[in-house]
C-alpha cells in the first residue's frame, strides 16, 4: 500500500479521509477514461514533503464523478502536494486548472444557438 490508513486527500469538495475513501475518489478516473497516460514530469522534495509535477492523458469514456462519457480526450497537467508519514503518502492536495477540465470533456456539448452566438 502507497497510502496511511487515515489518508487525507484535500479537494475542492471536501476532503477524502481514509484509505478506502481515497482508493474509491481515484478509482473515477480508471472507470471514467480509457487510453490513460500518467506521467510524472518532476518530483521536488524536502523532508516529509514533496510536490509532484505531472500530465494525465485520456478519452473519456466512462462516467466521471457524475459526469456521463462523452468521448472527449482529455490532456491535463497540474501539481500535488504529498505529505509522506513511515514511507506512506499521509496527505495529498491536487492544483490543475478545474475550468481547462471541464471545457475538455464538455466540448463539442454546446448547442447550435451557442455555438453562432461565439460562446464557449
Given at each position: 500500500?502507497?497510502?496511511q490508513e487515515d489518508v487525507v486527500v484535500v479537494t475542492a469538495?471536501?476532503?477524502?479521509?481514509?484509505?478506502?475513501?481515497?482508493?474509491?475518489?481515484?478509482?473515477?478516473?480508471?472507470?471514467?477514461?480509457?487510453?490513460?497516460?500518467?506521467?510524472?514530469?518532476?518530483?521536488?522534495?524536502?523532508?516529509?514533503?514533496?510536490?509532484?509535477?505531472?500530465?494525465?492523458?485520456?478519452?473519456?469514456?466512462?462516467?466521471?464523478?457524475?459526469?456521463?462519457?462523452?468521448?472527449?480526450?482529455?490532456?491535463?497537467?497540474?501539481?500535488?502536494?504529498?505529505?509522506?508519514?513511515?514511507?506512506?503518502?499521509?496527505?495529498?492536495?491536487?492544483?490543475?486548472?478545474?475550468?481547462?477540465?471541464?471545457?475538455?470533456?464538455?466540448?463539442?456539448?454546446?448547442?447550435?444557438?451557442?455555438?453562432?452566438?461565439?460562446?464557449?
Open positions: 500500500e502507497r497510502f469538495q471536501g476532503d477524502i479521509v481514509g484509505i478506502e475513501a481515497t482508493k474509491n475518489y481515484y478509482l473515477n478516473f480508471l472507470t471514467g477514461f480509457s487510453n490513460q497516460e500518467f506521467t510524472i514530469l518532476e518530483v521536488v522534495g524536502q523532508g516529509n514533503r514533496l510536490v509532484k509535477h505531472w500530465n494525465f492523458k485520456g478519452t473519456h469514456t466512462g462516467d466521471f464523478f457524475g459526469m456521463p462519457a462523452s468521448g472527449n480526450k482529455l490532456n491535463l497537467s497540474g501539481t500535488t502536494m504529498v505529505t509522506m508519514k513511515d514511507g506512506k503518502i499521509a496527505k495529498e492536495q491536487d492544483f490543475f486548472d478545474m475550468m481547462s477540465m471541464v471545457s475538455q470533456l464538455s466540448a463539442g456539448d454546446l448547442n447550435a444557438d451557442e455555438t453562432k452566438a461565439g460562446v464557449n
